[in-house]
């Protein structure tokens, strides 16, 4: 396998697996509409097809003229495109779907692939574009996947959890990092104990890569750190990655509601831990970052860059106003 074709691949996760196939030396093509600038135009060993991968032609076209062994679809968002794509590139020797642990449809620790069960998704929700349906068509999208590989296609699916890392567009981390850097008092929804499970980007490229490679037609297989951590440690990892110290506050939603913040506003924060096992892709030969050296990469790019995640999180005078009334307590 030395070729591939990456459907998207100029914004995040799929920046970030070209990055892992050039490593790897293959040859690269990268399928966008070019709405975003292409972080690779100077570099002669990727290749560029403009077009949008919800026109089927556009992607028969690109299937012709590059002729991958791989096929990486980063942008699959309904189950019509990946019903599409495993029929326009059902004699490659791999394609991978990027799908995502909220296709799993039962809360249980952890999410098994052959165990948890998936999202249904009626038909309405299947053509559906609202956030609130997104776990319900990635689950679609694996059992597309699902129904690819019956029919003899080297399909497979890879599900991370909450990926972080350079280029992350979400912000959910650099909010953290934000608060961190900038204040001594850093505040925690809740007791601090509460789990999401988060994927290290490059961790995620380089799953991608290996189930390609290793990966068994009509599997799916779980993407997230090895080590996992609860908000409050996660807080406590940042603080020594900017060597600096804070004083952790705590507070319910009681205390919140005086700041008009729920325990939801808070990036990164679920009632309930969303934990996904990754033994099935480490018995692929998968290994995961060491958390301290992703996060000393994740807190390096935020330093450079000008995400501080502001827009998706509590403001910090609405948390001034908790503090303060902890305080008098
Ligand atoms: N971020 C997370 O925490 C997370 C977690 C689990 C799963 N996922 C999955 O990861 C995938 C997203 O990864 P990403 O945003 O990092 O991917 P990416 O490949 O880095 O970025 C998306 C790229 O796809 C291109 N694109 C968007 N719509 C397109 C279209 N209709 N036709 C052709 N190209 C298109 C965009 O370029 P143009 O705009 O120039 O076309 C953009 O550069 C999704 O499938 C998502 O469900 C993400």
Redesign the pocket.
């Known amino acids: 396998m030395d070729s591939a074709l990456?459907?998207?691949?100029?914004?995040?996760?799929?920046?970030h697996l070209v990055e892992e196939l050039l490593e790897h030396e293959y040859d690269v093509t990268i399928?966008?509409?070019?709405?975003?600038d292409n972080p690779f135009e100077s570099d002669d060993r990727v290749s560029h097809i403009e077009?949008?991968?919800?026109n089927d032609s556009a992607l028969e076209a690109a299937a012709t003229t590059v002729d991958p062994d791989a096929v990486f679809d980063?942008?699959?968002?309904h189950p019509k495109d990946v019903q599409a794509a495993t029929r326009i590139f059902d004699d490659r020797e791999a394609y991978v779907y990027?799908?995502?642990?909220?296709a799993y449809g039962r809360e249980e620790v952890p999410k098994r692939e052959d165990e948890t069960p998936l999202e249904a998704c009626t038909t309405e929700q299947a053509i559906d574009d609202s956030s609130d349906t997104y776990g319900n068509r990635?689950a679609a999208g694996d059992r597309a996947v699902f129904a690819a590989a019956e029919k003899g296609r080297n399909a497979m699916s890879v599900r991370?959890?909450?990926?972080y890392g350079p280029h992350?567009y979400?912000e959910r981390l650099d909010w953290w990092i934000d608060r961190v850097n900038r204040f001594d008092r850093v505040l925690v929804p809740g007791d601090g104990t509460n789990i999401w499970h988060r994927a290290y980007v490059v961790d995620v490229a380089s799953a991608l890569r290996i189930v390609a490679e290793r990966g068994e037609a009509g599997e799916a297989y779980n993407v997230g750190d090895r080590r996992l951590t609860t908000l409050e440690e996660l807080v406590e990892v940042i603080a020594a990655q900017l060597e600096t110290d804070v004083e952790i506050v705590h507070a319910g939603p009681h205390e919140l509601a005086a700041g008009g913040i729920d325990l939801e506003d808070y990036l990164l924060y679920r009632s309930y831990p969303h934990v996904l096992s990754t033994a099935k892709l480490a018995d692929l030969g998968w290994e995961s970052t060491p958390l301290e050296e992703a996060m000393e990469r994740a807190v390096d790019a935020h330093l450079e860059s000008d995400r501080d995640g502001s827009e998706h999180g509590p403001d910090r005078e609405a948390e001034e106003r908790v503090l303060g009334i902890l305080e008098t307590l």
């Open positions: 990456v459907i998207g691949g100029t914004r995040f996760i799929g920046r399928f966008t509409r070019g709405n975003h077009g949008d991968r919800t980063c942008v699959a968002y990027v799908s995502s642990g909220a990635k991370p959890c909450i990926v992350d979400t």
